[in-house]
């Protein structure tokens, strides 16, 4: 991908194990957004990490940014059934446009 | 307060016909983009619009156009469709063009096209 991707692109985990996706972009960005999306619906804002900031926590969820490698991750920890979704990393290109890459398929087995 | 709202839901169109989506953002949002999903694939970005002008635009061809109106609310249309434009249409809005702020996605209109 020209502008980052997530990785993998899919995961299958049991209920109560932690998930770790992993995203990629390559270009210098203000900030790395992480989306969740349930079956082809509409997107929801998880977290927001600005450049200046190396770790952010919302309840379960725990993101790390890492510029000089130009990555960011994403930790769901004690999964549950209703994890399950796609998960995107977002950021702005140099045309001040959202770029969404091509996701994280989570399965969360009950 | 409502979220952003999408109409319609679904759509089945022929090739060659002429579409259009609509969206009203959340109150006191002035900004509204649209994004196509294709699906497998993440959304990408097609129009933003901002106090009724038009903000960016992605890498879709001239078939595809948009307004927003002064109530902050959006349309998109798409001319002479394609098989290839069967997809969700996103749309999402925010108080200030994209920048530091998150977006609040509609539940999209899920276009076929036949």
């Known amino acids: 991908s020209q502008q980052g991707e997530e990785d993998p692109q899919a995961l299958s985990i049991q209920e109560g194990e932690n998930a770790t996706m992993n995203c990629s972009y390559k270009t210098s960005i203000n900030n790395l957004q992480w989306y969740r999306q349930n079956s082809g619906r509409g997107l929801v804002h998880l977290i927001l990490?600005?450049?200046?900031?190396r770790e952010k926590h919302s309840g379960r969820l725990r993101v790390t940014l890492d510029t000089s490698k130009k990555s960011s991750s994403l930790l769901i920890t004690a999964s549950r059934a209703a994890d399950t979704a796609s998960y995107f990393c977002?950021?702005?290109?140099?045309?001040?446009?959202?770029?969404f890459g091509t996701g994280t398929r989570l399965t969360v087995i009950p | 307060d409502a979220g952003v709202t999408q109409s319609p839901t679904h759509l089945i169109k022929t090739r060659g016909q002429h579409v259009t989506l609509r969206c009203s953002p959340i109150s006191g949002h002035k900004s509204v983009s649209w994004y196509q999903q294709v699906l497998g694939q993440g959304p990408q970005f097609i129009f933003q619009?901002?106090?009724?002008?038009?903000?960016g635009r992605g890498n879709f061809p001239d078939r595809f156009s948009a307004r927003q109106f002064p109530n902050y609310s959006s349309e998109l249309n798409v001319n002479a469709l394609l098989l290839g434009d069967s997809a969700l249409y996103l749309c999402a809005s925010s108080y200030r063009p994209q920048t530091n702020e998150k977006l609040f996605f509609g539940s999209g209109t899920q276009l076929s096209v036949l």
């Open positions: 990490i600005r450049s200046n900031e």
């Open positions: 977002s950021h702005l290109t140099g045309a001040n446009n959202l770029f």
């Open positions: 619009y901002y106090e009724k002008e038009e903000r």
